[in-house]
């Protein structure tokens, strides 16, 4: 699905990534940090979609599924998006 406005810095969030999922994965291949895990339950209620502008760097944009590139949603500075799922470190 296409998102417009990515940037150095920003995170993307992948759903069901198969064969590149972190289980398969060379994870010190390239020394790159390891990547959080957030999981969402099933049941979570999709979020209203917020007007679209730049996010600010670092922070996370995630596309729901569906929308087209529409409704991003910003997270907090801690990684946490509106209903208080995130990397809780």
Known sequence: MP???LRAG???????????AWNISHHDFLMHPRPGFH???????APEPLARGPAPAGRVRRARVG?????LEPADAA???????????
């Open 3 to 5: 998102v417009p406005d």
């Open 10 to 20: 920003d995170r993307v969030v992948f759903s069901l990534a198969g064969a590149y």
């Open 39 to 45: 999981f969402l339950s099933a049941g979570t209620p």
């Open 67 to 71: 929308s087209g590139g529409r409704g």
């Open 79 to 89: 990684g946490r998006d509106a209903s208080g799922h995130g990397q809780g470190r």
